[in-house]
Nanobody, 126 residues
Framework: QVQLVESGGGLVQAGGSLRLSCATS????????MGWFRQAPGKEREFVAG???????TYADSVKGRFTISRDNAKNTVYLQMNSLKPEDTALYYC????????????????????WGQGTQVTVSS
């Protein structure tokens, strides 16, 4: 069973930046894709970004060009750098670990991710 702990959320003004981190333990981190999802009040959880075991990344259209996902296999940690934040980015952000090792194409549906963190709140004021 893999454990995930997110950090780095907070309150920021529109146009600002935040960097989320997700520290993992309990499994071979480097073999699995990792994803970031978010859920705003009253909305469904949505895919934000994902990175596969080899470092290839995929982004939701709403964050392309503004967010960057990366991973440090030596630290068992995945990051989400968020720039040019908008009020509509306000949500609870979750880190998730894929269930299948060495998946080539990053999964964008939450059913492909078997382990989740507790979430970190990101609030962007206008």
């Amino acid at each position: 069973q893999v454990q995930l702990v997110e950090s780095g959320g907070g309150l920021v003004q529109a146009g600002g930046s935040l960097r989320l981190s997700c520290a993992t333990s309990g499994r071979t981190f480097s073999s699995f894709a990792m994803g970031w999802f978010r859920q705003a009040p009253g909305k469904e959880r949505e895919f934000v970004a994902g990175i596969n075991w080899s470092g290839s990344s995929t982004y939701a259209d709403s964050v392309k060009g503004r967010f960057t996902i990366s991973r440090d296999n030596a630290k068992n940690t995945v990051y989400l750098q968020m720039n040019s934040l908008k009020p509509e980015d306000t949500a609870l952000y979750y880190c998730a670990a894929d269930t299948v090792p060495f998946r080539v194409v990053v999964a964008t549906t939450f059913s492909n991710y078997g382990s989740w963190g507790q979430g970190t709140q990101v609030t962007v004021s206008s």
